[in-house]
Structures are given as structure tokens and as C-alpha cells.
């Protein structure tokens, strides 16, 4: 029961660290702790018995797993506001990217045109 207690305190350190990473949109820092969380998350279900303890059998667990479960459901809307944040700037960037690309036009005689100029001059030889 300790091994759990420490490790669910644990997972709950690691999850406060990246969820005020995300919290800040500090996206490098919380990418930063994949491996971390990765870690406390096997060192959590190592820790694990194979059957759910007895009611009543620790507060101390009680109060550390109602505090887990308020840490995840925080963890999982931050995730998802950090991978719209990251979507729409991944689509600024296109989009300013497709607008710096020249359109390739050809000229009549098969090869690429200058882009002189898209208005059409004329030239007076008269003097």
C-alpha cells in the first residue's frame, strides 16, 4: 500500500509540473516531460495490486486518488487546448507558406514566363 501511495504521489507531481507547463502554453516544457510521465505512469502501475483494496482501508489513498483523478481530467483538457493551439498555428504557417510560393506560369513558348509585369504596355516608336 505505501509503494502505491508513493507512487501515485509521484504521478501527481509529474502531472502538476505539465499541466502548469500547458497551462502557460510552455509546449517545448511539457514535451519536455513525456519520458518523465512515461516513467511515473509504469512506476504507478507496477505499484498497482492485482485486486482494488479493501473499503475503507486507507484515506490517505482516498484523498491521493480523488486529487490523481482531478490532475488527469485537468491533463487530458489541456492536451487537447495545447494540440488546437498547435493545429491552428500549423495552419497559419501553411497558409503564409502558400502565399510566398510564386505561381509558375509558362510562356508561349513553352518555357517559363518573366513576371515583368501582369499589365500589358505598349511602346510609341514615334518621335
Keep these: 500500500m505505501i509503494a502505491l501511495l508513493d507512487a501515485s504521489n509521484h504521478l501527481l507531481?509529474?502531472?502538476?509540473?505539465e499541466n502548469a507547463a500547458l497551462r502557460r502554453l510552455d509546449l517545448p516544457a511539457a514535451t519536455a516531460m513525456v519520458a518523465v510521465k512515461q516513467d511515473a505512469l509504469t512506476r504507478f502501475e507496477a505499484a498497482r495490486p492485482p485486486t482494488p483494496p479493501a473499503p475503507g482501508s486507507s484515506h490517505a489513498l482516498k484523498g491521493v486518488a480523488a486529487r490523481l483523478q482531478a490532475a488527469i481530467e485537468e491533463n487530458r483538457k489541456l492536451l487537447e487546448r495545447a494540440m488546437t493551439v498547435q493545429g491552428r498555428i500549423?495552419?497559419?504557417?501553411?497558409?503564409?507558406?502558400r502565399e510566398q510560393v510564386p505561381e509558375q506560369r509558362y510562356g508561349s513558348q513553352g518555357s517559363y514566363r518573366s513576371d515583368r509585369s501582369d499589365q500589358p504596355f505598349a511602346l510609341n516608336s514615334r518621335a
Design 13 to 17: 507531481d509529474v502531472l502538476d509540473k
Design 90 to 97: 500549423m495552419s497559419l504557417l501553411a497558409k503564409a507558406a
